[in-house]
């Protein structure tokens, strides 16, 4: 078995996308990272002080940021324990995003790196707002690539952002708000000295 993680879940990212209507890819804007600018968005974030390391992937498709995050956390925070929450509103991509996670697990295993995965089928605006919402906001690193779709004047998105007192006209921005003005981004949970407030 290989044990270059991206490359395996470039695989995964390449078959899932083979999968996909044209329609339905671009109803959803599902056009997923490849694996160098993954590997670059990966590097992007400084790394926390705290374990486990949290992480939110809002928008997962294949996996291919969750992939990526892990290499470069396992690698930069040896020892550390890193948690991925990754959320996927189309079940039919889920096969494929449960298979990029036992990839990271088994590719952790590998590297003597305590990794876990949480994979889960829904809307991530209706989770996090709203009355649906259900999800644990404390998160330290948020990686994403969201659609640029446009969200409907009356869309459960922009109905459950209104209870926030929030709007939003596409999912990008939905995100941004969020994870960026509505303060579930994690990185303002995390004290200066390093642990989470
Ligand atoms: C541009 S793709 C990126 C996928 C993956 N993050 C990557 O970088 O390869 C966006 C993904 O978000 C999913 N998505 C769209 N709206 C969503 C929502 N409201 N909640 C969760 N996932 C959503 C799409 O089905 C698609 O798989």
Known sequence: M????????????VE???SLSADAQSAR?????PERAAALIAAMPSVPDVNPIRVLDPGAGSGMLTAAIIERLVTAAPGR????????????LI??????????????????????????NGDIITLSTGLEARLDTDFDIVI????????????????????????????YTACDVLYKEYGLI???RVSPGGGRE
């Open 186 to 188: 994690a990185h303002r």
């Open 16 to 18: 899932a996308t083979l």
């Open 144 to 171: 994403m690539n969201p659609p640029y779709k446009k969200l409907g004047a009356n869309s459960p998105e922009r109905r459950a952002l209104a209870s926030l007192g929030w709007d939003a006209t596409n999912l």
């Open 29 to 33: 804007g599902q056009y997923f990272t």
């Open 95 to 120: 096969a494929a995003l449960r298979r990029t996670a036992e990839l990271c697990e088994q590719w952790a295993r590998r590297h003597s790196a305590e990794v876990s995965i949480t994979v889960i």
């Open 81 to 92: 324990r890193v948690e991925v929450t990754a959320i996927e509103v189309d079940p039919t």
């Open 2 to 13: 290989s044990d270059d993680l991206l490359a395996s879940a470039e695989w995964v990212r």
